[in-house]
């Protein structure tokens, strides 16, 4: 078994912000800002193109969102505003090569 790292004041700071923080954006301004379809929306949360169909659903049909996909949301939208300044490396770590 390993050893977990220990925690400095840098990781607890990060974790009081992250846990204080409702981390997320809806799709409905993820549509707002990027032009994707609900395919491509449903491929980012990985869900049903149906399920996006009823967040967008007015009535009975419509669904909220839960965190998880807003979660998933906001990653893509900070990765896809700043990719151009993500270095390499960053970019092996979030994005590993496929094992083969």
């Known amino acids: 078994m390993s050893n977990p790292r220990p925690l400095g004041q840098h990781e607890l700071e990060l974790i009081e912000r992250i846990s204080s923080t409702q981390l997320g954006i809806s799709p409905r301004t993820f549509l707002t800002k990027w032009d994707v379809n609900y395919e491509q929306l449903a491929a980012i949360c990985h869900c049903t193109i149906g ?31 700043n990719y151009q300044a993500i270095p390499e490396e960053w970019l092996q770590l979030i994005f590993p090569p496929e094992s083969q």
Not at 51 to 69: H, I, L, M, Q, S
């Open 51 to 81: 399920t996006v169909t009823r967040w967008f659903a007015r009535g009975e049909n419509y669904r909220r969102p839960g965190a998880y996909p807003c979660l998933k949301l906001k990653l893509a939208d900070l990765l896809m505003e």
